[in-house]
């Protein structure tokens, strides 16, 4: 919890009594009766007015620092003035395997391609939610007729993304305005931002940019866009100014932005997944069979105040690089952190063994990340270290040692002081060691003390 700056001091009478004590020590007020005067109704308006200003400039200054500022907008704005951008609504994801089985077809083509943005149906808890892919794929024809879809990168598991997808589109009429573009949907998940500049409203040709946060270099040439939420709780689209952070769209051209509007958490553990539609092959029309590998996980909504306040500072120190094991923690987690309940790292030089050279990863993943998932996101990690890593240090990963703590417990109480039954108090102590237990056990560094539970 943030720590405030408390305002005990400002009493209001506790700053009347100390006007009074003030007049009570001028000649002109000596033994003077100011509760059975006029002046004591001035006194009031005079403490009124000193309170007020005093929890204003108290307010004021809590709202300044990122330790104890308590509204979302001020959070935010300190948080970006260190370069942090906290985490939009975040979708879900699960992992499937696609395949059309044509043997039936005599005169079949040899390939098939399907474009992003292939939907499918999920039900959690009787919601309903939609998933897509989110690039193209593709099938070759095996010999007998079946196809089985993969990734660009020749992988059969296929990642799909819970979300509507939405399209917001800004004309800019003076490129040297620097316009900020407002995106008034609070359920954006800004990972999966598509941003394209159009020279003209019409034209068809564009230049796809690139979210500043993913830049390794950056020029007056660069094409960049910063994406970030703004005090009101939707989101603001900007560019460079043609010298810094890249350049800007000129006048009279058209940004298009797409997007996936996401259900947040509400559409994790969804696993049977339904396609909408057909696929289309040669002019007929068939089924696609889906096979889920992982299930949906991974969505969240957005960052908690309490968690932009802990990782911003970590996140300015590391300044978007990898060199210390610090580093390392803090920048996966930072991209990674739907997935992750908790991460240690540390240098090889500290390994039982000595491994210099090398930074070890121990991740603790959310209970419902399944294998499969868990190996993909490692993957992503090594792929992320390999961008931002200054040094060449090798990557491990270890997993963590978990440790089984079995209670039995014993415990009086005296009828007589009580009105509860014994099955009542006896819920009620087994809800307090299991609130314990949450609380204080579970992740690294944490630890657990017997007297503290007592």
């Known amino acids: 919890m943030a720590t405030t700056i408390k305002s005990t001091s400002l009493d209001f009478d506790a700053i009347k009594n100390n006007l009074k004590t003030f007049l009570a020590q001028k000649e002109e007020f000596a033994d003077y009766n ?19 200003n005093g929890l204003t400039a108290n307010f004021a200054l809590n709202e300044s620092f990122l330790g104890t500022a308590q509204l979302r907008s001020s959070l935010i704005s300190l948080a970006e003035g260190i370069g942090y951008i906290p985490d939009s609504m975040t979708s879900s994801q699960a ?33 309903e939610f939609v ?30 993304l819970e979300g509507t997808e939405r399209v917001k589109t800004f004309l800019v009429h003076r490129a040297e305005d620097n316009a900020v573009y407002i995106i008034p949907d609070n359920t954006m998940d800004i990972d999966t931002a598509v941003v394209r500049v159009y020279q003209t409203p019409s034209s068809s040709v564009f230049s796809t940019y690139t979210n500043i946060l993913k830049a390794n270099t950056i020029s007056a040439n660069s094409t960049l866009y910063i994406l970030k939420e703004s005090p009101n709780g939707f989101f603001e689209l900007s560019f460079g100014n043609g010298s810094t952070l890249g350049t ?25 997944f339904e396609p909408q539609s057909n696929v289309s092959v040669g002019g007929s029309s068939y089924e696609m069979t889906v096979s889920t590998v992982a ?32 580093d390392y923690k803090t920048l996966v987690l930072r ?36 294998a499969v998932t868990e190996q993909v996101t490692k993957d992503s990690i090594i792929d992320l270290a390999k961008q931002l890593s200054v040094a060449s240090f090798g990557l491990k990963f270890t997993d963590p040692v978990k440790t089984f703590i079995e209670c039995r417990t014993f415990f009086q109480f005296n009828p007589n002081l009580t009105t509860l039954s014994r099955n009542t108090i006896q819920d009620t102590v087994n809800n307090t060691i299991k609130t314990y237990f949450d609380t204080n056990t579970g992740k690294f560094g944490q630890s657990y003390r017997r007297s503290n539970l007592l």
Do not use: C, W
């Not at 499918?120 to 808890?125: E, I, L, S």
């Open 335 to 370: 991209n990674f952190s739907t997935l992750i309940k908790d991460i240690q790292s540390f240098g090889g030089e500290d390994a039982l063994e000595p491994q210099f050279g090398t930074v070890f990863l121990s991740i603790l993943f959310n209970a419902d990340v399944d």
């Open 34 to 52: 100011f509760e059975a005067s006029g002046l004591s109704n001035i006194l009031d308006v005079l403490a009124y007015n000193t309170h007020y």
């Open 295 to 326: 299930k949906a996980v991974g969505g969240s909504d957005k960052e908690s105040m309490e968690s932009i306040r802990q990782t911003a500072p970590f996140q300015y120190a590391s300044q978007n690089r990898m060199v210390t094991a610090a």
């Open 248 to 272: 800007a769209p000129t006048t009279g051209s058209k940004v298009s932005l797409n997007y996936l509007a996401v259900s947040g958490a509400e559409s994790n553990t969804a696993k049977v």
């Open 131 to 160: 998933f897509q892919t989110v690039e193209d794929i593709s099938a070759e024809d095996n010999g007998s007729g079946l196809y089985e879809f993969q990734n660009a990168s020749g992988s059969k598991n296929i990642k799909i």
């Open 95 to 127: 992992i499937v395997k696609l395949s059309l089985n044509l043997a039936s077809v005599t005169d079949r083509t040899s390939s098939i391609q399907l474009q992003s943005g292939y939907k499918f149906n999920a039900t959690v808890d009787d919601k």
